[in-house]
């Protein structure tokens, strides 16, 4: 039941964001009442957490690469167009993302730590292509690595208004070949266990 309860979170949060929920929508949404839902989520804030957390162990694996490098942007863009496979998700993602900027939401801090830790994965994968002598981009791996974040949410962004008119994968794909300077195989996931 707990996780019928978050897959229905997903869509009602991903819908209508933290504040725009009730606790009543979500019950609604899975078919049981709100003490029934109380009985596994205390509040919203506990039902906001254990989806984070969720998804957070859904790809936590595939950015714990054995070494950085060409490898570990592929997973990157793999598993971002992975997610697209779950428009709820990604606009959950997105608007958490864009609501957590205020300091008392209740994500705030996981999203401070998301994205340092997705910083530093991606920076430490352009300097090893850095040291490797495979980026040609003069910029510095932090920027780089910024900058790609921020190309693959506001991707998502345009997607989720228009998913006809935007390739999430093949514009990143682009990006990161306007800044190395080797063969790009497709991306992949490490394993078909996602």
Do not use: C
């Not at 993602?93 to 900027?101: C, D, H, K, P, R």
């Amino acid at each position: 039941m707990r996780q019928r309860i978050i897959d229905a979170s997903i869509e009602v949060f991903g819908a209508t964001g933290y504040y725009g929920t009730t606790m009543k929508d979500i019950a609604a949404a899975v078919g049981i009442s709100q003490m029934g839902l109380a009985h596994h989520f205390p509040s919203k804030e506990a039902l906001l957490t254990a989806t984070i957390e969720w998804r957070d162990k859904q790809s936590e694996n595939f950015f714990t690469p054995a070494e950085y490098g060409l490898d570990s942007l592929l997973v990157y863009i793999a598993v971002v167009v992975e997610d697209q496979k779950q428009p709820g998700l990604v606009e959950l993602q997105t608007i958490l993302a864009g609501e957590s900027t205020t300091a008392s939401h209740p994500a705030h801090a996981t999203h401070q730590a998301r994205y340092r830790d997705l910083r530093l994965y991606l920076t430490r994968t352009f300097q090893a292509l850095a040291d490797q002598g495979d980026l040609v981009s003069a910029l510095p791996s932090e920027t780089l690595a910024s900058t790609m974040i921020a190309l693959s949410d506001g991707l998502h962004i345009q997607w989720l208004l228009d998913p006809d008119a935007v390739d999430v994968g093949a514009a990143l794909r682009g990006f990161v070949l306007s800044v190395v300077a080797t063969e790009l195989p497709e991306p992949h996931l490490p394993t078909a266990d996602r």
